[in-house]
């Protein structure tokens, strides 16, 4: 048997999601427009945010963030997706899978740590709110967020530097449609187990982790909201927090499907679906789950807008 190992393998086959040159013309035009509308969706956000005063917030603050982060490792992964979708080669060097990977890995464990600095928020804004300006200071906010890009950025340098020292043998096709960790780990020939005790704990450490400090957070804001008397005092303390929870469910549900397991038991089709699902569109629908769900951003949305329709008229 003829062994590859990272020296001289220059390149990886990216298999993709299908062999169906129809089915493959439908996901274009279908991830296309989904990853047009995570574009401007969270460019759209970050722009509102920044550009009304009202929405300079600790909440906003995040929520700008995480429009940032899912905007990032969308573009990190749909492009050459799309691509791989058009051309029948589907190559990517061996460098371009790794530089992949990486970022995904980063962006992704630094989203799981922002949104759990967004439940503190909530729980602070809901358990104490006469301290939340003091606690939800512009330093603690910078510095949740600034420990929450070094630990995603840190997870994903270890991880990446791991599985550089992986040998491959007779194949380089990846069965999925971007470089992940478990499909690579399935493609090596040599024993992996170390490697996945690794990624296991390092991965593990922050989901879980960060999934404690939501639990924790949502266990509080629940009990402080069952305490208040009138009903319509309920459901603002809810409505505060339950864009950030659906965007939790969604996000952690996935993540915890696919990379919370031993590689052995890696399902192909299954773990694509959810892979497309955390990749592709979760970074859409954050967009639209924030605002959709939310009466400031409508508003500063609406502000904007007839601010420019007043701007052409004076032209």
């Known amino acids: ?40 969706g969270n460019a759209g956000m970050i722009l509102i945010i920044r550009l009304d005063p009202q929405l300079h917030t600790p909440m906003y603050f995040f929520l700008s963030h995480l429009s940032f982060i899912d905007l990032s490792y969308s573009t990190v992964i749909t492009p050459k997706a799309l691509e791989n979708l058009l051309i029948a080669k589907k190559f990517i060097s061996y460098g371009g899978c790794f530089t992949q990977m990486y970022f995904f890995i980063s962006l992704a464990a630094t989203e799981c740590c922002l949104l759990s600095s967004m439940a503190y928020d909530r729980y602070v804004a809901i358990c104490n709110p006469l301290q939340y300006p003091v606690i939800m200071s512009t330093v603690r906010c910078c510095s949740l967020t600034t420990a929450a890009y070094v630990i995603g950025f840190l997870d994903s340098i270890i991880i990446v530097v791991v599985m550089n020292n992986l040998h491959f043998c007779n194949s380089n ?113 954050n967009p639209l789950i924030y605002s959709l769900r939310n009466k400031d951003v409508k508003n500063a949305l609406l502000k904007v807008m007839q601010k420019r329709k007043s701007t052409r008229h004076l032209r």
């Open 1 to 40: 048997m003829e062994r590859w190992n990272n020296t001289n393998v220059s390149d990886f086959i990216l298999v993709g999601l299908t062999d169906s040159e129809e089915i493959q013309v439908v996901l274009f035009n279908l991830f296309l427009l989904i990853y047009l509308i995570t574009v401007l």
């Open 173 to 285: 096709v990846i069965h999925h449609f971007f470089c992940d960790t478990i499909p690579i780990l399935a493609l090596s020939c040599t024993d992996t187990h170390n490697i996945e005790i690794i990624i296991f704990i390092l991965a593990g450490s922050t989901l879980v982790a960060s999934l404690i400090t939501v639990f924790v957070s949502y266990v509080s804001i629940l009990s402080t909201i069952l305490k208040i008397n009138s009903t319509s005092g309920k459901q603002k303390a809810f409505s505060t927090c339950a864009s950030h929870l659906l965007g939790v469910t969604i996000f952690y549900g996935t993540m915890i499907f696919t990379y919370l397991k031993p590689s052995r038991s890696y399902s192909l089709g299954k773990d694509q679906v959810a892979s497309v699902f955390y990749t592709i569109v979760i970074p859409m629908l």
